[in-house]
T-cell receptor, first 115, second 113 residues
Framework: EPEVTQTPSHQVTQMGQEVILRCVPI?????FYWYRQILGQKVEFLVS????????KSEIFDDQFSVERPDGSNFTLKIRSTKLEDSAMYFC?????????????FGPGTRLTVL | AQSVTQPDIHITVSEGASLELRCNYS??????LFWYVQSPGQGLQLLLK??????LVQGIKGFEAEFKRSQSSFNLRKPSVHWSDAAEYFC???????????FGAGTRLTVKP
């Protein structure tokens, strides 16, 4: 069964460093998403992406964040200058199309630790 | 904006016992409601969803949920819990015109032998 994959499973970085989190969505899916979950808190929507541009983004997704689909398979989330409060689990998801009728399939997550 | 509250952070039930996980939502219009499960080291898996129609929704793994508009609730139930149901459960609500799902904080389920 096709699944969303994410690498790495755990990333440790120093405050101020740039990180890139990678996701491979399901191959025939057109919409891609990033969510994050700070330890013990809610899963929060960050951004959705379609047709090589951001479709929607939350107030969390500020100028420090960017997303990209650099090739036909990868979908990346970049944090330019990490802060301590960026430590969280980051989930990638994909769906065939937009709208809630289309199930979002989630990856296993990347745990980001900022020291 | 829509929001979700899961009042129970952690629930422990015995194997074979019934289960109900609570979820309350806030949204001005008819909500899109979801329950996801997350097993350790796994991504979020959709258990069931409600968009409209029958307020009792059947999902995978023997789960069901009932939408009660008067109570703004969408509680998840299972008549007999199995040890493999131990996981984190998330309720989520979506608005009608965007992909911005809002999740609850999750309820961790422990199953006793």
């Amino acid at each position: 069964e096709p699944e969303v994959t994410q690498t790495p499973s755990h990333q440790v970085t120093q405050m101020g460093q740039e990180v890139i989190l990678r996701c491979v969505p399901i191959s025939n899916h057109l919409y891609f998403y990033w969510y994050r979950q700070i330890l013990g808190q809610k899963v929060e929507f960050l951004v959705s992406f379609y047709n090589n541009e951001i479709s929607e983004k939350s107030e969390i997704f500020d100028d420090q964040f960017s997303v990209e689909r650099p090739d036909g398979s990868n979908f990346t989330l970049k944090i330019r200058s990490t802060k301590l409060e960026d430590s969280a689990m980051y989930f990638c998801a994909s769906s065939v199309d937009r709208g809630y009728y289309n199930e979002q399939f989630f990856g296993p997550g990347t745990r980001l630790t900022v020291l | 904006a829509q929001s979700v509250t899961q009042p129970d952070i952690h629930i422990t039930v015995s194997e074979g016992a019934s289960l109900e996980l609570r979820c309350n939502y806030s949204y001005g219009a008819t909500p899109y409601l979801f329950w996801y499960v997350q097993s350790p080291g796994q991504g979020l898996q959709l258990l069931l969803k409600y968009f409209s129609g029958d307020t009792l929704v059947q999902g995978i793994k023997g789960f069901e949920a009932e939408f009660k508009r008067s109570q703004s609730s969408f509680n998840l139930r299972k008549p007999s819990v199995h040890w493999s149901d131990a996981a984190e459960y998330f309720c989520a609500v979506g608005g009608s015109n965007n992909n911005d799902m809002r999740f609850g904080a999750g309820t961790r389920l422990t199953v006793k032998p």
